[in-house]
């Protein structure tokens, strides 16, 4: 790699030039807010009018409630994007479970909760959640037992890229009846992929995070608000408030020599940068460049060749609260999750957001099939919802939401790129997670990292 310190000079008036940031989801802004919180002068620009990239909010035509583009779950093993939160005094924006506490509803419509004892010390909770979990045959509980020793003799060895998460759990003793209910349904929610596709090595990392000594590592992380005003808005005025600037409705174009990153142009406007962090997805590289440099050439051509994964998501408004929990997780059907914005959000919000990762089945589908098939599920899993009038639905087809992880994928690259000045960041980089908000955090952090290293600040 060619070291970042070659474009580190002041510019001729004295002033050291912006770091410009593409892209204004997690990736970007966990970068810029770090890079302005070490002095350093940024400017955020986004394509889109609203902040946020995959994980904002849109605001609904007819009941003008905000709406998440698709339901963002974290946990509390995300320490890079709850330091983020916390740089840009948001943390009070999101709401942590003391323990793991997860309530399920079944094929046949029974209600059970695997909800892990705050008074055992961590990871002993999870374990003894799971032994009482009356979801499961106490012989299919017993078999999480084996997973745990598994994960503590692994380390941080690395694991065969072969290796797809149903075949590591089968490997290591998960009964049929425990995959199905609770390891399928936790690893399609982290993965958006099938189990039998995804490569096993992205989940175990899961698995280590929540199974550390932090009893909520493993606990549910919350937004309580739509997801820009979460996060995106709060990161704006932190980096405003420290003399940088953010733009939407910015369209960006590299402009680079054989030297490396000269500048970038947005509109006609050619703003000088030395350094620029690209947190745009895998699938919109290329489009940084009028022509792609040489040094970038493997780079955007492996970042072209990613699958994407797609996440389906129903918003339905009905005329009452039909649901108690502010969210649950289905076994057995082709929704996954239910969350119940209202409860999250309060009066605010009024509707129920309805999740299918690994989406490939759906996506084809048209909207009133979707709407369809939505109903149907929450009818059965939800039974006030049986009485209950629909008002409005929604859909939100994700097509590019994730990148894919199967065995045979293009290696993901690392942040520091063949091009002097020029970084990447984004939740498909190299940071062995899957495609998460944490991934994305903490490849923004990275990246933001590898330009005050060089001697930049």
């Given at each position: ?6 474009k ?18 997690f ?52 320490r ?30 029974l ?21 009482r ?45 425990i995959?199905?209910?609770?390891w ?6 982290a993965?958006?992929?099938?189990i ?47 003399g ?13 020599d054989?030297s ?10 050619r ?30 051509a ?7 994964m ?53 996506t ?94």
């Amino acid at each position: 790699m060619t070291p970042l310190t070659q474009k580190t000079g002041p510019a001729p008036n004295g002033v050291r030039p912006h770091v410009v940031v593409i892209g204004a989801g997690f990736a970007g802004l966990s970068a810029a807010t770090l890079l302005a919180e070490r002095g350093v002068r940024v400017i955020v620009l986004d394509a889109r009018p609203r902040l946020g990239g995959r994980a904002t909010a849109f605001e609904d035509r007819d009941t003008g409630e905000l709406v998440d583009n698709g339901q963002h779950v974290m946990f509390g093993c995300y320490r890079e994007t709850l330091a983020f939160l916390k740089r840009i005094g948001a943390e009070g924006n999101v709401q942590t479970q003391p323990a793991l506490a997860i309530p399920f509803i079944g094929p046949e419509g029974l209600r059970t909760e695997l909800r892990c004892p705050v008074w055992l010390p961590a990871p002993l909770h999870l374990l003894a959640g799971v032994l009482r979990w009356r979801g499961l045959p106490l012989t299919d509980r017993l078999s999480a037992l084996r997973l745990a020793p598994a994960l503590l003799r692994l380390g941080n060895q690395s694991l065969d890229r072969s290796e797809t998460v149903l075949g590591w759990l089968r490997a290591h003793g998960q009964s049929a009846g425990i995959v199905t209910a609770l390891w399928e349904p936790l690893a399609i929610a982290a993965l958006n992929q099938p189990i039998a596709q995804a490569a096993a090595a992205p989940f175990v990392r899961v698995l280590q995070e929540m199974f550390s000594t932090d009893k909520t590592a493993a606990s549910l992380v919350l937004p309580k608000r739509p997801l820009h005003e979460m996060y995106a808005e709060p990161a704006r005025a932190f980096i405003e408030s420290r003399g940088g600037e953010v733009r939407t409705g910015a369209l960006a174009r590299v402009i680079a020599d054989d030297s490396g990153v000269t500048a970038v142009e947005v509109r006609g406007e050619r703003i000088p940068a030395t350094h620029v962090i690209s947190a745009v997805p895998w699938h919109a590289l290329r489009t940084l460049f009028a022509a792609v440099p040489p040094p970038l050439a493997s780079t955007i051509a492996d970042a072209s060749a990613m699958a994407s994964m797609p996440i389906v998501t129903v918003n339905l408004w009905y005329d009452r609260v039909v649901m108690q929990d502010a969210f649950v997780g289905l076994t057995g059907r082709t929704v996954q999750w239910i969350f119940d914005k209202r409860r999250v959000f309060g009066e605010a919000a009024s509707h129920l957001s309805l999740v299918v990762s690994a989406a490939e089945a759906v996506t084809p589908m048209t909207r009133d099939e979707l709407v369809a098939l939505a109903v149907r599920e929450v009818a059965d899993a939800l039974p006030d919802a049986r009485s209950a009038t629909l008002i409005r639905a929604t859909v939100v087809r994700e097509r590019q939401a994730t990148f894919s992880l199967t065995h045979g994928q293009p290696k993901r690259p690392p942040s520091l790129t063949a091009l002097p000045g020029f970084v990447l960041a984004g939740d498909w980089t190299a940071t062995d997670l899957p495609g998460t908000i944490e991934s994305a955090a903490l490849s923004g952090h990275r990246a933001a990292l590898a330009i005050l290293d060089s001697g930049y600040n």
